[in-house]
């Protein structure tokens, strides 16, 4: 088994003795890429599609299926950077010293680029100068075809997604199906953190991807089996926990996957042998001190009737009924129709998260650990 000082990560993926569970979405991306699917990945933020992705390149590299890559095209803002994201993550795949890599540099010298190598990272960075949009859209089609020609399979996982629909160029989406139409070898993985957005985008008949994949929602993970999880790592790394005190970590942090993580980090990183309820709640009045002044900087950033209204939520946990008397009145809140206006700032600005259950649609404050300390203080 591999060492680390704290088996508890905060970001990334290492392995899999680190990372809990995840068997039925593992299962469904399989089936998917074996039957030719393509899958769009939806989750709210920081519950784990990322880590999902690349622990199940992992377990695609112990079946020596094909190959991986991982673009993620948060930091983009058109069509240009998408191009040269993908360019640098099939470079980053394949180094020139592979025979995919000596022909991908071949290739790549038809456009002229400029590459460079991150001094700290190592990773390449290529820039292309672009003379007119069919020139881009050329090399966009150029690059996926190229991929597609390698005689093996690819798994090309595309992460935050969504970020395309902000792109001035309005015709990314529809220029991206057609060219993904006429492939054959490349299956896609497309992930994204807001739902909406790509709900619209893969959902709406008049839209380029409508009906193109299958949906696969990452919910939180089981309770019990994140409690065994947390078990055993304590175990394995010559610590004891109690099972009440793993309940309260889980409670305080709902279960969302990073928020879990972090407080078990703490945890763990304490000087102690066995770890009690004491212990957890005394690592939560950390994490709240040393969280705290980013939580007061977004107060700043708000109207004084939108930090009431995630007050509000905060002290309820959950909102079902968001504009209904019941709530709207205990809180002094006004009309349905502010409370509907209040959301929808909210939810934009990613301080409110909106979910669906079958219950129906379900408001939380999105930062778990934010929610915890406006009930704490208010
Ligand atoms: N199944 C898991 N077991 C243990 N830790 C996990 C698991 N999934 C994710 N994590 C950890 O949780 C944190 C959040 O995961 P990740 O970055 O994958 O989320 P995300 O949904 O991609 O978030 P974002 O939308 O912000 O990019 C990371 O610290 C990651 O290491
Ligand atoms: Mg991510």
Redesign the pocket.
């Known amino acids: 088994m591999r060492r680390v000082k704290n088996p ?6 290492l392995a899999k003795e ?5 068997e039925n979405e593992l299962r469904v991306l399989y089936e998917n890429i074996t039957n030719g699917i393509d899958t769009t990945l939806i ?13 199940f390149f992992d377990d695609l590299k112990a079946k020596k299926w094909g190959e991986c890559l991982y673009v993620d095209i ?1 930091a983009s803002r058109g069509v240009e950077d998408f191009i040269r994201m993908l360019a640098e993550a099939i470079l980053l795949k394949f180094p020139e010293k592979t025979n995919i890599g000596k022909r991908f540099m071949y290739f790549l010298k038809g456009l002229r680029p400029l590459i460079g190598y991150d001094a700290l990272t190592g990773e390449p960075q290529i820039q292309i100068v672009f003379h007119s949009p069919q020139e881009r859209e050329n090399t966009l089609k150029g690059l996926l075809d190229f991929l597609d020609r390698q005689d093996v399979p690819i798994v090309l996982a595309i ?2 997604f969504q970020q395309i629909t902000e792109y001035p160029e309005k015709n990314i989406e529809f220029l991206l199906r057609t060219c993904i139409q006429r492939l054959k070898n490349i299956h896609f993985i497309f ?1 994204g ?1 807001r739902r909406t957005l790509m709900l619209e985008m893969f959902s709406n008949a008049n839209r380029p991807f409508f009906a193109s994949t299958q949906y696969l929602t ?1 919910d939180k ?1 089981d309770r019990e089996r994140y409690a065994s ?1 947390i078990i055993r790592l304590f175990e394995e790394y010559g610590k004891e926990i109690r099972r009440e005190a793993v309940y309260e970590i889980l409670d305080w942090s709902d279960t969302h ?2 928020y879990t ?2 407080l078990c980090n703490r945890v763990f990183a304490m000087d102690e042998y066995t770890i009690t309820i004491e212990h957890v709640k005394k690592a939560c009045a950390d994490i709240l001190e040393w969280t705290e002044p980013a939580f007061l900087q977004y107060r700043q950033l708000l109207t004084p009737i939108q930090w009431n209204f995630l007050i509000a939520v905060a002290k309820e946990r959950e909102v079902r009924q968001i504009s209904a008397q019941r709530f709207i009145g205990k809180y002094n809140i006004g009309t349905p129709a502010n409370a509907r206006r209040l959301v929808k700032a909210l939810v934009d600005k990613e301080l409110l998260l909106e979910s669906v259950d079958k219950g129906g649609i379900v408001y939380r404050v999105y930062d778990v650990f934010f929610s915890r300390w406006l009930e704490r203080e208010y």
């Open positions: 508890f990560l905060l970001k990334g993926y680190f990372f809990c569970d995840r989750s709210p933020r920081r519950i784990g599609k990322t880590g999902l992705i690349l622990r948060y992460d935050e992930s953190s990452v993970i999880f996957t990073f993580q972090s």
